[in-house]
């Protein structure tokens, strides 16, 4: 009896030895993103990852400053935490310029599978190039994403609307190609004794809410929000033409529900879903579940396009919207990064890739490109044609000063505290005390332009170019 209880107990602790070098020997690949469907996506389509040895594990958190937060914080104790993340494409250039980044071109000149060219050119530089038009990238196109439109087609094609519409406005009821047209569009379907109204955005002081929408009109109306050679900011957000475009986001707000100044993604989702809105503005990521009847139960009457465009004060037609989306960039200071290296190697082949786009937004230019997932859907199409018209933030360190100080202004415009003008005009002041504070040169010049893209990388055309 007691040799065997002897030999019981030494076969447990063998056992417990093996056991233990065993969970030593799995390496955990930890990644920071916000909670969604996309990092769902990636976790299911990890767990068929052939090394079995590697598991991939989620530190996710809600979307806005705390997911921000989550990597900068980590990144400011040079920690491990997490091997790699997600974040936003401006964000690059605080992440990657503070060094806390690995630099993507090492892995890219040694790697058989990965390369810059697997992606469109405007998407690696949106999501991974720092600085601008360096050829330095420090994150993979991951989850694109683009501001679009949704609209009621039930509404639009219905013969009594149509009719109403033109007798009142003298032309055909039709997706607005500018926001010009869309103000009228919105203010046709306004009606509030009815519970409809003709638009729906954002415009909540949480995070990038407004400005990402605000933004849309200041390009379009051909506004910029500064001088990427002079880093002059007054003159130039607070110029006519962004005065106008922001003008007119804040003027969209007389055609959508009260309260929607303070709305975010969901509210928006939520008043499109209930039927409450005609049109509105949103990120494609959310395309998914507004299509769906089981949440969206006037799905079979939805149908998505391209935001419009502006003719703005010299005349020209110029339609841009903000980028949204997340790059993928990998933690400098993990321990990791062969086995991280070998799971990207696997994850941005086509067959992965094509599993991930069934429900986001590849990044991969093979998947983006093929006839099977632009017809997957009612708006992939449409997805293809929106990244040929995207703009964004400014992409330099000091990102996070820059958006805060330009939330709580556009806020103010939309409350009403400050006019337009003074809003930008006093966001425009903040902007370069906090460049200049950071050591950046202000060369002022000798004139700042009406309309600023006249100069900073411009893009209007005489005629109006039709999308939809």
């Known amino acids: 009896m007691k040799i065997s209880t002897r030999l019981l107990s030494t076969t447990s602790a063998l056992a417990m030895v093996l056991l233990g070098t065993s969970a030593q020997a799995e390496t955990e690949l930890t990644f920071v993103w916000h909670a969604g469907t996309c990092a769902d996506a990636l976790v299911d389509i990890a767990k068929d990852y052939p090394d079995k040895s590697v598991k991939i594990v989620p530190a996710l958190v809600p979307y806005g400053p705390e997911w921000h937060n989550k990597i900068a914080s980590e990144f400011a104790i040079q920690g491990d935490g997490f091997d790699f993340a997600m974040w936003d494409s401006q964000s690059t250039a605080e992440f990657a310029g503070g060094g806390h980044a690995v630099k993507l071109n090492d892995i890219f000149a040694s790697s058989d599978v990965l390369s810059a060219d697997l992606f469109p050119a405007a998407s690696i530089s949106q999501y991974g190039e720092y600085p601008d038009n360096s050829g330095d990238f420090y994150g993979l196109p991951m989850n694109q994403d683009a501001y679009g439109m949704m609209y009621r087609s039930d509404l639009f094609e219905d013969p009594a609307e149509m009719a109403a519409f033109k007798e009142k406005y003298g032309r055909e009821l039709t997706v607005p190609q500018t926001y010009q047209e869309a103000a009228e569009v919105a203010e046709f379907f306004t009606r509030p004794d009815e519970g409809l109204y003709g638009w729906g955005q954002m415009g909540g002081r949480e995070y990038d809410f407004a400005t990402t929408a605000s933004n849309s009109f200041l390009w379009s109306f051909g506004g910029e929000l500064y001088n990427p050679e002079t880093y002059e900011v007054q003159g130039y957000l607070n110029s006519p033409a962004s005065i106008d475009g922001v003008q007119a986001y804040v003027d969209m707000f007389k055609f959508a529900p009260p309260g929607?100044?303070?709305?975010?993604?969901?509210?928006?989702?939520?008043?499109?879903?209930?039927?409450?809105?005609?049109?509105?503005?949103?990120?494609?990521?959310?395309?998914?579940s507004n299509a769906d009847p089981s949440v969206n139960k006037f799905a079979d009457g939805t149908s998505f396009g391209i935001l419009p465009g502006a003719v703005g004060r010299d005349g020209l037609f110029r339609r841009q919207f903000s980028v949204?989306?997340?790059?993928?960039?990998?933690?400098?200071?993990?321990?990791?990064?062969?086995?991280?290296?070998?799971?990207?190697?696997?994850?941005?082949?086509?067959?992965?890739?094509?599993?991930?786009?069934?429900?986001?937004?590849?990044?991969?230019?093979?998947?983006?490109?093929?006839?099977?997932?632009?017809?997957?859907?009612?708006?992939?199409?449409?997805?293809?044609?929106?990244?040929?018209?995207?703009?964004?933030?400014?992409?330099?360190?000091?990102?996070?000063?820059?958006?805060?100080?330009?939330?709580?202004?556009?806020?103010?415009?939309?409350?009403?505290?400050?006019?337009?003008?003074?809003?930008?005009?006093?966001?425009a002041k903040r902007h370069e005390r906090t460049l200049e504070r950071a050591g950046y040169e202000i060369t002022r010049s000798d004139s700042t332009p009406e309309v600023p893209d006249q100069e900073i990388t411009p893009v209007g055309t005489k005629e109006i170019i039709k999308v939809n």
């Open 324 to 427: 949204g989306g997340q790059g993928m960039g990998i933690n400098k200071y993990s321990k990791k990064l062969p086995e991280l290296t070998k799971f990207m190697e696997w994850y941005f082949q086509p067959e992965q890739q094509k599993r991930y786009a069934a429900v986001c937004q590849t990044g991969l230019k093979s998947v983006l490109e093929s006839d099977d997932w632009q017809s997957l859907n009612s708006y992939n199409a449409q997805f293809s044609t929106a990244l040929q018209y995207l703009n964004d933030y400014w992409h330099l360190p000091q990102y996070p000063v820059l958006l805060d100080q330009l939330q709580e202004e556009i806020s103010n415009a939309i409350t009403g505290t400050k006019t337009v003008e003074e809003a930008l005009t006093d966001a």
């Open 260 to 288: 929607s100044g303070s709305w975010g993604f969901d509210e928006v989702n939520a008043a499109f879903q209930q039927g409450q809105l005609a049109m509105a503005m949103q990120w494609f990521y959310f395309n998914g």
